[in-house]
């Protein structure tokens, strides 16, 4: 255990992390209500690392990824306050101007649905273009750069299918091309939120198997997004489980999934179907329990330094 009660990872060593995320709040205002949507989260991602954010919908998860790269309202409907530490820079303190140097390029995002991602008006090679020309103007032969990264997602046929508009694409092609504008411009961190919720299982299971792919090919970081603990293992180094903006439970993936300290990770994991085992009926979430276990174990983490996880 680390010295908050959180299990250390032990799968880098390398002496900073590449993005290091300190005592983040995010709060939303409207008609003078405040929705407190992140509550004090700390985490890091190293070079290479493979975090996963796990949490039911609501729990925070898409916000603090958002955040990174300020891509919330801003103030006031939207307050960040904490540290996000890229490479030793704080990103909180940048201008919108220098943000924008690692929004889409050190930083790049695959979101849930690729159909509303992409824009409809434009042919796949187009919208690829725009990523590499505005984060890579020192790319002279953009077309080949198109079907090299259509190729990389094993896209078949790119110089053909790079002249397609987004309708005459599958949902899981669609989901190729997303991922291939991400890493079109080199990110160092890939933030994948929900990137296979929207397709169906066979195709879920071929996007997991191409980022695994990716992952090793290209040595990057990434943060995957889900609330389902079933794609985690194999895949994440490590992992981080929310619960209404709030980190209870964090550790390297697999002593996680083998022994879960919070109930509420227990029940998300109790929610991976199984092959050969028949349930008899869904399990059911007791929320009033867990608000209590969830906040005896955070008062825990609390008083042993912070709710933070490294
Ligand atoms: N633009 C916004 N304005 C106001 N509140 C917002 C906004 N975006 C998110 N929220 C609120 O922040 C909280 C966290 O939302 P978030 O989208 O991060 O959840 P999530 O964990 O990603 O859920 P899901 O699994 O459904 O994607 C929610 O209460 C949500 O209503
Ligand atoms: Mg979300």
């Known amino acids: 255990m680390a010295k908050n009660g959180n299990r250390n990872s032990s799968s880098t060593e390398s002496p900073s992390p590449l ?15 405040t929705n407190l949507a992140v509550d004090g989260i700390s985490f890091e991602v190293r070079k290479g690392e493979t975090l996963a954010v796990v949490g039911e919908s609501g729990s925070g998860k898409s916000v603090t990824a958002m955040s990174l790269t300020r891509l919330l309202p801003e103030e006031p409907v939207c307050r960040i306050s904490g540290d996000i530490l890229f490479e030793g820079r704080n990103l909180t303190r940048c201008s919108e101007r220098e943000i924008r140097k690692f929004r889409g390029k050190e930083i790049a995002y695959i979101f849930q649905e690729p159909a509303t991602s992409l824009n409809p008006v434009f042919t796949v090679g187009n919208q690829i273009a725009e990523a590499i020309k505005l984060h890579r103007p020192e790319v002279n032969d953009v077309e080949k750069e198109i079907i090299r990264s259509l190729d990389l997602v094993k896209i078949r046929e790119p110089e053909k299918r790079f002249r397609d508009y987004p309708h005459q694409l599958s949902g899981g092609m669609q989901q190729r091309v997303m991922i291939a504008m991400a890493l079109a411009c080199h990110p160092k961190l890939l933030v994948a939120d929900e990137p296979t919720t929207a397709l169906d299982v066979t195709i879920q299971a071929q996007i997991m198997d191409l980022l695994r792919d990716l992952k090793q090919k290209l040595a990057m970081s990434i943060i995957l997004i889900t609330h389902n603990f079933g794609i985690v293992s194999g895949f994440a180094d490590k992992v981080i489980v929310m619960f209404r903006g709030k980190i209870v439970e964090a550790g390297p993936t697999e002593e996680v999934l083998r022994n879960p300290q919070h109930a509420y990770t227990r029940a998300l994991i109790s929610c991976i179907p199984r092959m050969g085992v028949r349930q008899k009926r869904l399990t059911t979430i007791d929320y009033a329990e867990l608000e209590k276990a969830g906040d005896q174990r955070l008062t825990e983490n609390r008083n042993n330094g912070a709710n933070t996880v490294e």
């Open 19 to 33: 993005l290091d995320v300190r005592d983040l709040v995010i709060e939303f205002r409207s008609r003078g209500e």
